[in-house]
């Protein structure tokens, strides 16, 4: 696609959406028009439109930033006049430097004017520009799900009676995983279980790799189709997301929470680096809330 002022191929995969912070955000100004055109299975499909004028603002805005890194020659980099650095800024950089703003500015806003949550990345599905006007942008927002588990002891004390009473712990588990998953509905964006079955499917390769089989090799080896495997992932990935999310509600009705003192000393015993303690600490929440549900087992 190539857009109608002048910025060259418009590379709609290159191009990553993120949320940006709010103290990276404290310059963002709803001047677009954003519409949610559409919510189903908890994903918004929101039509953002930029005037040319909103567009060329945003194109001067990021020449601004480039030019910086851009050497000319008899000028220190960074040091030539802008109208000169601009010619020599790279039009595909120019290009998705303008689109990650747009996009990020898109995304803030619709979250902050519709008070969503976001669960997963945003999906750019498409950018539409025509000569002489601005551009519409059509954008998929997957939403956390709404999920009501207030009396969901109730859903123990009904499968107490039923079927063979497990005896390891491994057991009750699986079955409070079952228990929740049978009873407890969740919708789960499909955006979200792709991108998991994308990351499982990286994995996969990888693995081969080191096999040095290619994955298709592989996937002959163990008799599988992709499509199969796909199957199976998403069946995984589905399922592990919705757990995850009721295990969460739960925990925050029974007010559950590690402290920092208690996830430090996890950490410092299983030698847990400090860029993953965030992650520790949904870990031992995660296991907190099982231990209740264990009780009522």
Known sequence: MVDTIGLGPIALKSVEVQVLSSAQNKDIIPIMKLTVKEIKNNTAHVEAVLTKAEVASEKEHAVDELISTVT????????APKSIAAEHVDPDKLSNHILSHVLN?????????????????????????????????????????????ENYQKLFSKTKSKGAKPKTEEEKVEKIYQTLLDNIKVEIPESVVEEEVNYSLERLEAQAKTLNLTLENYLKAVKKTIDQVKSEYSKRAEESIKLDLILLEIAKIEKIDTTTQEVEEVAKTGGVPENQLGQLKTIINRRKTIEILLKLC
């Not at 000319?72 to 040091?79: E, N, P, T």
């Open 105 to 149: 500015n898109v995304v803030t806003n619709a979250l902050k004017e519709n008070k969503y949550r976001l669960l997963g990345r945003p999906v750019l599905e498409n950018i539409d520009s025509k000569e002489n006007k601005g551009w519409v942008i059509k954008i998929s927002l997957p939403l956390f799900p709404e999920i009501n588990v």
């Open 72 to 79: 000319v020659k008899g000028f220190r980099q960074g040091k």
